[in-house]
């Protein structure tokens, strides 16, 4: 039984269907199927009840889908230990917010590079919620998200607290909410003030980066809430008016979550120890 064969078995069942876990996993429709037939025949049992070009998990299925959920978290463990073999090698996948890379991760990596130059690190950036999705499917290491979170398969750190201001005016109905997209932790929390304030429901322009949104609000298009420090450091800041926002939706704790069921790296305990002992 291969791995690249469970593998397909548990995107199909992740993702619903054939073509959902294609693109997943970056292949092509027929590939996905003539896998999940071999496992079938492999095992002498059909995986799926098919209904029309629907699929529904069989009974076999699902004790399958236990045991390969199991049997890819050690192939996960066992290649984290491998990379770990020497403290100077092998390779740390981080996810951040794009606000908090921007403010916070650089120094944080400087201190991994010195401490373990032969250490390669891959960065990318997504909202909370698909963070969290990605440390839980073992794609990430760790993941900088924003709290709080509870989840009894993540091992959760405060690194940092951000404080979100308001931005713009939100009192100018024609105006709408400039926001990152659907899973950011601080688009939530905008859209919470705005209605525990009782303003008008005002219409989400989607942003991909801090500068855009940043550059928007500035010249006048909408408003927004961001971290104060964020709005600081830009370059644009002097032409910024920042107004408080009552607590509890002003304070936000950033975490760094890890899954619990990971194999402990240097490299990530020397990242986390970097928020520690970072300047007052």
Same mark, same amino acid.
């Given at each position: ?6 593998? !397909?078995?548990?995107?199909v069942v992740e993702e619903g269907g054939i073509l959902a876990a294609s693109r997943r996993l970056n292949t092509v429709q027929s590939n996905v199927t003539s896998r999940i037939r071999r496992l079938e025949q492999e095992l002498g049992t059909d995986l799926f009840f098919r209904k029309g070009r629907g699929l529904e998990l069989a009974p ?9 959920? +199991? ?17 100077? #090698?092998?390779?740390? +996948? ?6 908090? &890379?921007? *403010? ?15 250490? !390669?690190?891959?960065? #990318? !950036? ?10 839980? &499917? ?10 709080? *979170?509870?989840?009894? +398969? ?21 105006? %709408? ?12 929390? &905008? ?21 855009? *949104? ?9 408003? !927004? ?8 450091? #830009? %370059? ?11 607590? %509890? ?17 240097? &490299? ?10 970072? %300047?007052?």
């Amino acid at each position: 039984m291969e791995l690249s064969a469970l593998r !397909t078995f548990v995107a199909v069942v992740e993702e619903g269907g054939i073509l959902a876990a294609s693109r997943r996993l970056n292949t092509v429709q027929s590939n996905v199927t003539s896998r999940i037939r071999r496992l079938e025949q492999e095992l002498g049992t059909d995986l799926f009840f098919r209904k029309g070009r629907g699929l529904e998990l069989a009974p076999p299925g699902r004790v399958l889908l236990d045991y390969a959920g +199991r049997l890819l978290r050690l192939a996960q463990q066992t290649e984290a230990a491998v990379r770990q073999v020497g403290a100077g #090698s092998g390779e740390l +996948r981080i996810g951040t917010m794009e606000t908090f &890379a921007a *403010i916070h991760l650089p120094r944080a990596l400087k201190a991994v590079r010195k401490h373990h130059p032969g250490v !390669t690190l891959q960065v #990318s !950036t997504d909202t909370s919620a698909a963070l969290v999705e990605q440390v839980l &499917a073992h794609r990430l290491d760790c993941a900088f998200v924003a709290g709080p *979170i509870a989840h009894p +398969r993540l091992v959760c750190e405060p690194v940092v607290e951000e404080e979100l201001v308001l931005v713009g005016d939100p009192g100018c109905d024609d105006l %709408p909410l400039i926001l990152f997209r659907e899973g950011c932790a601080y688009r939530a929390r &905008a859209l919470d003030w705005q209605r525990n304030c009782g303003h008008p429901v005002s219409s989400v322009m989607e942003m991909g980066t801090l500068e855009g *949104i940043v550059g928007c609000v500035s010249a006048g298009l909408g408003w !927004t809430l961001l971290p104060r420090r964020a709005l600081d450091l #830009s %370059p644009l800041a002097a032409e910024l008016e920042k107004k408080p926002v009552a607590d %509890p939706i002003a304070r936000v704790p950033t975490l760094m979550v890890r899954h619990a069921d990971g194999v402990p790296m240097q &490299a990530m305990d020397t990242l986390a120890q970097a928020f520690v002992e970072r %300047p007052a």
